[in-house]
């Protein structure tokens, strides 16, 4: 392993070396893109040791940049942990603001790939590489503009903490510590969330600023049954019953909600969504309880996690032989349940679902839990407004809520309002987070820095 990442460090640097054909212009941008192909080359995935590696790097960059050392930090959690940095402003009594990110990135294989997922490799005018999105391109822009910022010689009004989680990915333990740790802070800035979306010419067309996340919930349902040999079967089977219980939950949809963000959401976007689709983004937004609006709301993907509660099944196992009737039968059910709903109702309400009291119903804890949405702060939207406004003028700002999970629960869960503010702008095409050849757009950089520097010159200044 150690080997490996030598390598992948070599190429990284070897290619930071070389400035790219269509590589950034600005200072800020050609920082990013150093910081994102070291980033890259490290393997920083569950189980390998590598996210206390990447974070002394970091550490180490930002100290030759000028950050104090002992304002930097890397807190263990088990094999992973987390970094803080301090970047101490003039009132130091006031309450910080929290700049959030993570470094450790999904599994990735390199015979799946096209190119070795720990290289990073500049093509086409991209940068490939595992995290090269997720998150560690964001984290790198950022980096980049507190570099430019203390070489500039500014100071914040209010302490700022940047601080990188490195299990976002699985088990959140080091993000419940680090938000734990940090709890007394103002507000939560996460790169990990937001962005800008481009279309397929790559012009803007609006940007998504992340105010709530729906909560990541697993449920599994078991069935057993003694079994017994598969030529005397009887009227009981647990795969049938476990297959029964699936199917009322297929057919059951949980009842539309709206929240301050989503209502906000879909009344930026409705005028600007031609069609069906934007007069039931319209109608839903004045009565959630539209059902014809839901009812096409709910028919595209894109937006069906906006309106309710979804509960799907992902995965399922049954039976021990091919020829013995089975004696156990699982099904892991996912769901995303809306802002405030408990994940303990949700559980009694699948047991109600699938009606069944032979299918066993259990929560299992994936390191998530519920959080409060975060109000839409005057002063967070107009910041970020001016912000993406200089970078591309007029571009829609919509209020938005994730349909997964980030590192922001465990903030919002403390009473800390968190905010998605990242400053990618990519096409949909390009989202391949957790995918096969992962990438980011090279012409992101530039801007991405300025975008960050200016939200952070807005509320800490």
Excluded at 144 to 153: N, R
Excluded at 323 to 352: D, Y
Excluded at 375 to 402: C, F, S
């Amino acid at each position: 392993m150690r080997k490996r990442l030598a390598a992948g460090l070599a190429a990284a640097a070897a290619l930071a070396g070389a400035a790219p054909a269509q590589g950034p212009a600005t200072p800020g941008g050609r920082e990013a893109l150093a910081i994102l192909q070291k980033a890259v080359a490290v393997p920083t995935v569950a189980g390998r040791g590598q996210v206390p590696v990447l974070a002394r790097w970091i550490g180490e960059r930002l100290v030759a940049g000028g950050f104090a050392a002992g304002d930097i930090a890397f807190t263990p959690v088990g094999e992973t942990g987390y970094l803080t940095v301090r970047y101490p402003g003039r009132d130091r009594s006031a309450r910080p603001i929290v700049l959030l990110g993570h470094i450790d990135v999904v599994e990735a294989k390199r015979e799946d790939w096209q190119r070795d997922p720990f290289v990073p490799v500049i093509e086409g005018g991209y940068v490939y590489g595992r995290g090269a999105l997720d998150d560690k391109g964001d984290v790198s822009i950022l980096l980049a503009a507190l570099l430019q910022l203390k070489a500039a010689g500014w100071v914040p009004g209010r302490d700022l903490v940047l601080a990188l989680t490195g299990d976002e990915e699985t088990s959140m333990a080091s993000t419940r510590a680090a938000a734990s740790a940090l709890r007394n802070a103002e507000l939560v800035l996460n790169a990990d969330a937001g962005g800008g979306l481009l279309d397929k010419d790559g012009k803007p067309i609006a940007y998504r600023l992340q105010a709530a996340e729906k909560t990541y919930a697993e449920y599994v349902l078991t069935v057993t049954d003694p079994g017994g040999h598969s030529s005397r079967p009887g009227k009981v089977n647990a795969i049938y019953r476990l297959g029964a219980g699936l199917a009322r939950l297929a057919s059951f949809q949980f009842p539309p909600e709206l929240s301050p963000v989503t209502r906000a959401y879909f009344e930026a976007s409705a005028p600007r969504t031609p069609g069906p689709l934007g007069a039931a983004m319209k109608a839903f937004a004045a009565n959630p309880r539209d059902a014809a609006a839901a009812a096409t709301l709910s028919d595209d993907p894109e937006y069906v996690g906006l309106v309710r509660t979804t509960c799907v099944a992902t995965m399922i196992d049954g039976g021990h032989a091919p020829n013995a009737l089975p004696q156990r039968a699982e099904a892991v059910i996912n769901c995303r349940i809306f802002p405030g709903t408990s994940i303990a109702a949700i559980e009694a309400q699948l047991k109600q679902i699938v009606a069944d009291p032979g299918i066993a119903v259990a929560y299992r804890d994936a390191g998530t839990l519920a959080a409060p949405e975060s109000p839409l702060r005057a002063d967070v939207v107009k910041a970020v407004t001016d912000a993406v406004h200089a970078r591309a003028p007029g571009l829609p700002i919509l209020p938005a809520m994730e349909a997964g999970a980030t590192d922001s629960m465990h903030f919002r869960a403390l009473g800390v309002p968190a905010y998605g503010v990242a400053s990618i702008f990519m096409k949909s095409e390009d989202d391949r987070a957790h995918g096969l050849d992962e990438r980011l757009p090279l012409a992101t950089l530039d801007a991405g820095v300025a975008q960050w520097q200016a939200v952070l010159k807005a509320l800490a200044r």
